[in-house]
Structure formats: structure tokens, C-alpha cells
């Protein structure tokens, strides 16, 4: 496989999604004087190269939360924002190790350390809440979504009524761990996002299909509400090497057996 494999599909005048060989999307936004990277893909191969090749305008780099698959790359640049929130998962998950254990189990691929780059902890600087990034003739808001991790971020784009959701809200919302909110905290927090949407009306993720209609964010809601009812499918499944609960029926594909959008992974202790 080779590692150093991306590609850029160009989504408006401004916005470009970049996917790395492991199949991770980050997206790169530019305006007339500025350019954003909005996470950096899982480490593998350079990433930086590949951005340059893009644009060379001057570059601002954030990540949208402390997974090794949004952070992976950000050794690669001299400076990454992230809310510091997440700092005790960036801590963990910004080892190579750590990432060539993971993606070799998940993506069934042998995978070695040094097939990732390096992430030093001094590339990290806090993101300000409320952050808005003016590239010029396009603007880049950067909304706090603390649930699926307590610092996660979702780029707005309003010039093109775009909404970067990514983990925040997908076909596997992942509420389970230590550092996650509760099924109830999340969803007071998805409905926030909800009352948005007179501002955009294209929501993109950083995995999957990468696209999603507006319906997923109705049928993640539903989800939590059947959760929070005890109405929900409430099944047993394993999903990237840990067993949690899931809210809807899914197939081996990890994907919802009736065909929709928008699913609700959570633990016990996660529910309230
Ligand atoms: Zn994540």
C-alpha cells in the first residue's frame, strides 16, 4: 500500500477534501489571503506536501478533536490549534505506536510505527473559544460541539452554508468513554446545532461516505431520545475494538440495517 497516497476533490470555490490512504478526510479552505487545514488525517505519508501542492497561500492548521485520526498529521505543520480540553486523549493518541496498533486492527493492514509521522506535544497551541478565521472573502467559524469529546470543534463555512460536523455527529455517534459527554448533555448539544441550520445546509464528515443530508442529525436525535426513553434497540455490538451499546439494528458493515443515516454508540454510565 502506499501510504503516501491522497486526493483532493474540490467541493466549492473555496473548500477541498483531502483523503489520506487510510481513507481519513480532512478539508482545506481558501480564501483570497489565508488558507485553513481543518484536521490533518492519521499521519500517514505527508500531508503537508500534499497541501502545498494545494495552495500557497499562508496556512492556519486546526484540529477538530484529540483522535489519532484528526490529529495524525499535525506533526507535520509548526503549529496546530486545539481546544485543550483535549489534551489527556491528544496525549494518548498522538503516539505512533499507539496509531500502527489501532489502524493494523481495524483496517486488517500491517502497519509499523514509523509508517506514521511523529506528533511532538509543543506543535499544540489552544484554540480561543469563538474562534472565527477571516481568509478573505471566506470565513471559517469554528463552533464548540463538546460531546463526542469535551474540546471537539465543527467548522462553519457560511459563505457556502457548509458544516464540517465530522465525528461530532455521523452514522456512529461514539459516546462511550471516559472523556465523552452523556447521551443527554450530547443531545441537548446536537439540538443547539439543529437551531443552526438556517446557516448551512451541507453537512460534511471525515469518514464513511464523507456527506450527509440533514436527515442525519434528526435521526441522531431520535436516537438519543429512544436512549434516554430506555425505547432504543439497545444492542450489544463490537465496533473498533470495544463492546458498547448501540441505539439502532447494524450490519456487519457497522452501518444502520433499515438504511439510515445517523446511529448512537454508548456505555451504561454514558446514557445520564
Ligand atoms: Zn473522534
Redesign the pocket.
Known sequence: MDLNRFTAEKLSDHLYRIVDALEVACYLVTGRERACLLDTCTGAGDLRRFVQELTGLPLTVVVS?G?M??LGGAGRFEKVFMKKADMPIFQVHRSCAFRAEFFSGHLNLSLSPSDFAPVPEEVFEDLPEDTVLDLGGVTVELLSFPG??PGMVCPLIPEDRILIIG?ACDDNVLLFDQYSSTVSEYRDNLKKMKDMSGRYDRILGNHGSYAFTMELIDNVLESCDRILARKDAHLWVHIIGEWMYSANAIGEDELRLDGKPGNVLYSEEKVR
Open positions: 478533536h483522535h485520526d484528526h463526542h469529546t465525528d
